[in-house]
């Protein structure tokens, strides 16, 4: 028998059943999650503070998703996002952990034979399907029959082996527990995903040569390898991002290091809730081990997500103690400072909590725009003036955060503000302020085209600005620059003179542009490469004066306010 045995051949055959499993589970994810849209994602955010909720959420969206890992790489975006709190994610992480266990009890109903069947039926609704819930069902059952199909072709490669002396003697030291985790760990954290690895143990399992020991010391390794996914995906995130890939590593862990001195006393529970079959040897192996280890690893996680769930606030205390908030990186989030929901019932403290706020967002913006001229004529990233470990262009793009999130609390507040009863004054100024917000987070919003589109297609020309030119824009910028400062001082105390003296002058900023535009287009005449960035240049220009008119219309509301 061992002669007849061609590693290549099998190699080839099970890499090929691999690839399909893969591309079915692939598949069926896909259809699963258009035809729900976006509700997963929108379930996942909605969950509030109530635990049973997250969990129930979480194993859900683990089903449809398929996978995990992707639901814990969504949770760490939610939080990174801050449309979710960490301590919200906490349930949905034990509930995802339960979901993905749904694959392997797909797995070991023993569907081999009617995949292809599968396959045409969800191929031919696909095809066929008049609406795109019809159509995106379709693909789902494709890859159910396909995936199935992966696992007929791989079980067959394995087939020849279940009497090859040298790969049963490999089997037998994955029944040494240390061996058999550190292998599901290292397997599952190189494929990315423990719905394959487990497709791969229950292959082995149908062909009578994987035990129920061995199979659960693989399981438990691959829940700690597949957390490698969300380390992976909150790298380079904010401290609460990575918490949640943290807590997910310690859930796991733990299970590990629960279950593991239990591994034979666990299997013999496995065996007595679970089918027996009337064999003996490896056929009765066969029959009954892959049903087992689907078992198995839905008991498991499932008794670790109801024993983490009552004691979720004392895991978040951990967690954080163990990875706490960075000062520096929490100055980066956006946050409130000055607004008190209990000053709302006197207006005219809850204004001056307002002008406060709306004050701190015009110093923001200032920084913005002195910074917003730096990529275009320079070569290097460049350092931002508060958090130097951030570049210019991170910096810029903090703050435009910073000034959107402002803006929509700031406005929610002034409308709050209207509901109570003001006097005319009070009442002209709520108006004035709503208005100097929206010219900060407009100023803010051109800023964002400047290091978005801007920079894009600067990086598409080969050709760099003339020094000319740069000089005749940093005249501009630095005007510009030097407006929103004297503005952003004028906000502190809503100085009306300050704001007046703003509203004079304009005859010096048109004068620059007008010299700017005219140098600029002889150039164009006189060198082919000023030609070539000449569309920059221009635009430049125009974005430099829309935030000198956005600063003139908030100098004039700032004028109005005190104005009877």
């Known amino acids: 028998m061992d002669e007849m045995i061609s590693p290549v051949g099998i190699a080839v055959l099970f890499a090929g059943g691999l690839a399909l499993f893969l591309y079915g589970i692939r598949m069926l994810s896909s ?18 503070g109530n635990s049973l ?53 797909l ?28 159509r995106f069902s379709g693909e789902a059952l494709s890859g159910f029959g396909l995936l199935f199909f992966g696992l007929k072709l791989m079980s067959e490669a394995v087939a020849p082996l279940e009497s090859y002396a040298p790969f049963l003697s490999l089997l037998r030291y994955l029944e040494n527990p240390f061996l058999g985790v550190a292998a599901g760990m290292l397997l599952t954290a190189l494929m990315q995903s423990s719905s394959a690895f487990i497709g791969i143990l229950i292959t082995l399992a149908l062909q009578g040569v994987l035990t129920l020991e061995a ?22 995130m904010q401290r609460a991002a990575k918490r949640v890939a943290l807590s997910q590593v310690l859930f796991n862990v733990a299970g590990v290091l629960i279950f593991f001195p239990f591994i034979p006393q666990f299997a013999e529970f496995i065996r007595a809730l679970s089918p027996s079959a009337e064999s003996f040897g490896a056929g009765r192996l066969a ?52 607004l008190k929901e209990s000053a709302l019932s006197t207006p005219l403290l809850a204004l001056s909590y307002v002008r406060a706020e709306v004050a701190r967002m015009g110093s923001i913006a200032a920084k913005m725009v002195r910074a917003s001229l730096y990529p ?34 700031i406005s929610d507040y002034l409308i709050k503000i209207t509901r109570s009863s003001l006097n005319e004054e009070e009442s002209r100024e709520v108006f004035a302020l709503m208005n100097i917000v929206k010219g900060l987070e407009s100023i803010g919003d051109v800023i964002e085209t400047l290091e978005g589109k801007m920079l894009e297609k600067k990086r598409g020309v080969e050709s760099d600005l003339s020094q000319a030119g740069k000089d005749e824009l940093m005249e501009i910028h630095n005007l510009v620059c030097l407006e929103i400062e004297e503005l952003a001082h004028a906000l502190k105390q ?26 600029h287009l002889k150039r164009v005449f006189l060198l082919p490469e000023a030609e070539i960035t000449h569309d920059i240049h221009m635009e430049l220009i125009y974005l430099l004066e829309q935030i000198h008119h956005y600063g003139k219309s908030i100098a004039r509301s700032i004028v109005n306010v005190g104005e009877g």
């Open 31 to 48: 259809g699963l999650k258009k035809a729900s849209g976006e509700r997963v994602r929108l379930l996942i955010s909605k969950v509030t």
């Open 107 to 134: 797995v070991a109903f023993r569907l081999h034979d009617y995949a292809l069947i599968i396959f045409a039926a969800g191929f031919a609704l696909h095809s066929l399907g008049k609406t795109e819930p019809l």
């Open 376 to 409: 275009f004529i320079n070569s290097d990233l460049g350092h931002d003036v508060v958090f130097p470990r951030l570049s210019v262009i991170k910096g810029m793009s903090m703050r435009e955060e910073k000034l959107d999130f402002l803006e929509s609390r």
């Open 215 to 236: 199979g659960v010391a693989l399981l438990l390794g691959a829940n700690i390898g597949t957390c490698i996914t969300s380390v992976l995906a909150s790298a380079g």
């Open 494 to 519: 809503m100085d009306r003179v300050r704001a007046g003296a703003l509203l004079e002058g304009e005859e010096r900023f048109k004068r620059l542009v007008e010299q700017a535009e005219v140098a």
């Open 287 to 338: 029959h009954e081990v892959p049903r087992q280890i689907a078992n198995a690893h839905s008991l498991l996680n499932i008794f670790m997500a109801l024993l983490f769930l009552p004691f979720l606030s004392l895991f978040d205390r951990l967690v954080y103690r163990l990875l706490p908030d960075d000062p520096e990186e929490t100055r980066l989030i956006p946050a409130v400072w000055y």
């Open 53 to 105: 909720y997250g969990l129930l959420a979480g194993a859900f969206a683990s089903m449809v998703v398929q996978s995990s890992s992707t639901i814990i790489a969504i949770l760490v975006g939610l939080v990174q996002s801050r449309l979710m709190s960490y301590s919200q994610a906490l349930s949905v992480i034990l509930g995802a952990e339960i979901g993905t266990t749904a694959m392997a009890q």
